[in-house]
C-alpha cells in the first residue's frame, strides 16, 4: 500500500469480523512501533500482546460501557459518543489482537526540572502508538483505540501480570473491520497551516 493510502485509510474502527489476524502480520506491526524515534535511542518500552481468549477477557474484565443518552447528534463529538460509549467493552471482546503498549518512567527524567524533558517519555511512546495505527492499517487490518482512565491502567497490568512501575497510555485491539463498522465524520480543518508568521 502507498504511504499516502495508508494515511488516508488509517481511523479508529470499533467493529471487527471473528476473522482470525496473522501472528506475522501482529509481528510485523510491532517491529514498526520499535522503529518509532526514541529520545535516548534505547527504546525502553515493551508490548503485552493479547491473543488468548480467556486472557483478553481477564484483561478487559474493568471496561465498562459508558452511558450515552445522545439520540441525534450536533457534531463530530456527539458523533463519535454515540458510535464509540456502547461499544466501549465490545470492541475489545471482537478484536482478535489486544496490544498494551507500556513503559517506565525514566528517573533521569522524573528529576528533570525542565518542562519538555519531562514528557519526553510520553511523546516517544505515543510515536510507538502511531506507528502501530499505520503499520495496522498497512496490513489491511483495522485498530480501535482507549485510554484506560482512574485506576484502570493498573487494573489491566495486574490483570495480566505486568510487575510494578510500568503505565500504559492505551490499550489497542487489533482485527479485521467488520463490514457494518461505524464511522463518525471527519473535519479537516482548511487553513491551519502559516509559513514563516502566523
Known sequence: MEFSEVINKRRTTRQFTNQPVEIEKIQRILDAGNKAPSFDHMRKWSFIVINDDAAKIKAIECIKVLPCNI???KNPFQ??????FPKQRAMFEQA???ILPIFKRDARIVDEESFGRRF??????????ENIFLATTNEGLAYTMRIPTDKQPQ??????GCPEGYILPCMIG???AAP??????QIFPESNIHYNKW
Open 71 to 73: 439520540e441525534e447528534p
Open 79 to 84: 458523533e463519535m459518543v454515540k458510535i464509540a
Open 96 to 98: 482478535q489482537v489486544i
Open 120 to 129: 519526553m517519555d510520553f511523546a516517544e511512546i505515543w510515536c510507538v502508538i
Open 155 to 160: 487494573e489491566i497490568l495486574k490483570a495480566v
Open 174 to 176: 487489533i482485527g479485521y
Open 180 to 185: 457494518n463498522a461505524e464511522f463518525p465524520t
